[in-house]
């Protein structure tokens, strides 16, 4: 691992942010990692504790779905209410993505939608939101776009809400700029709220019928930990933005590109551990 991660100290660049590389010193302990690119930081200052290939852009599957719940509060309140179409549903079957199984017909609110969203990695409530705050997926897509480069990530680009991979192309990522992301979505409560709930139910209304679903995110068993969200394609491989508090001091990372599906969360679980602890070497 000699050369490939690094512990940057000495950073003072804010948290919505790119941080800028001031220094890098090898750190040998450090736990292994074994998938394709790595990330962690400290989500209020910006500086950075490891960083595998962070800055190699790849695929990154269902993270897309972290700047969709992020764009659409931006632009929505929880309380406002979508209406859940033939054409959500059958984008997310026709697609073979995960899914919410959200019902045509049914009227949501935004917040609940979110759990749909984030829990399952919903594709049908991803595309009901896109369309819904786009106007249109493909505005939606432009705003998700826009965000990128306001939040200072350059090396991404979106092509659909959900991360599905499409004719045109799969779109791409860094786990550096999904580690800028995710310290920014943490710091909208709705988000960190769903992104750390490892069950949620919805009981039938005159508006919708019953829901429930669970968290994708085997990482929420570990204390401290609040989300953030996994991810899965066959370009991706297995991804998993993650996050953790401990002694008021929040550790946002990603891996991208992990061969084995449980491994991810042992590793982000390393990760935060060694993090809590990591100090500016000598």
């Not at 909208?188 to 992104?195: F, S, T």
């Amino acid at each position: 691992m000699a050369g490939a991660l690094a512990l940057v100290t000495g950073l003072t660049a804010p948290a919505h942010a790119s941080p800028t590389l001031a220094r890098a010193v090898t750190v040998n302990d450090a736990p292994t990692v074994r998938g394709r690119a790595a990330y962690l930081m400290d989500a209020a200052s910006g500086a950075v504790l490891l960083d595998k290939n962070g800055g190699e852009r790849m695929p990154i599957a269902s993270l897309t779905k972290t700047m969709t719940a992020y764009v659409v509060l931006k632009n929505a309140k929880p309380t406002d209410v979508v209406r859940i179409r033939r054409e959500d549903v059958a984008y997310a079957e026709d697609g073979g993505g995960t899914t919410a199984d959200l019902r045509p017909g049914d009227r949501i609110t935004v917040g609940e939608l979110m759990y749909g969203l984030m829990l399952p990695s919903g594709a049908d409530a991803a595309h009901a939101l896109a369309r819904t705050y786009g106007p249109g997926v493909k505005g939606f897509v432009a705003k998700m776009n826009a965000t990128a480069r306001e939040l200072g990530m350059n090396d991404t680009e979106y092509v659909n809400a959900d991360g599905l991979p499409t004719p045109r192309g799969d779109g791409f990522s860094t786990a550096r700029d999904q580690a800028v992301l995710a310290a920014a979505a943490l710091r909208v409560p709705l988000i960190k709220q769903v992104a750390g709930t490892r069950w949620h139910e919805l009981d039938a209304g005159d508006a919708h019928r019953s829901y429930a679903w669970r968290n994708t995110n085997r990482l929420l068993r570990t204390p401290g930990a609040i989300g953030l969200k996994t991810g899965f394609t066959r370009a991706a491989g297995y991804c998993l933005a993650f996050a953790g508090e401990s002694d008021g001091r929040t550790l946002v990372g990603v891996l991208l590109d992990e061969s084995v599906s449980s491994r991810r969360f042992d590793t982000a679980q390393e990760l935060l551990s060694w993090g809590a602890t990591a100090r500016e070497a000598a």
